[in-house]
């Protein structure tokens, strides 16, 4: 089996008050065919429904030596 790691290369996303339960959406915005890099957008919400931290973010993923 053949293990993936991702690097994070930038990110842009806003810290918010601390909570018991958190929740985590993330989506694929952009797959490079030429690059193995990828860019995601976060969205972390409470048990409430309030968003905690968004934003988009930038993935280098590494192939195992």
Known sequence: MEILRATMLKRGWQDRPE?????AEIEVLALKSD???CQLRATITN???AVLLEGE???YTMRPA
Not at 19 to 23: D, G, H, R
Request: proline share 7%; net charge positive; charged share 5%.
């Open 19 to 23: 909570v018991q339960q958190v929740f």
């Open 35 to 37: 690059k193995p890099v």
């Open 47 to 49: 048990q409430a429904g």
């Open 57 to 59: 973010c930038w993935t």
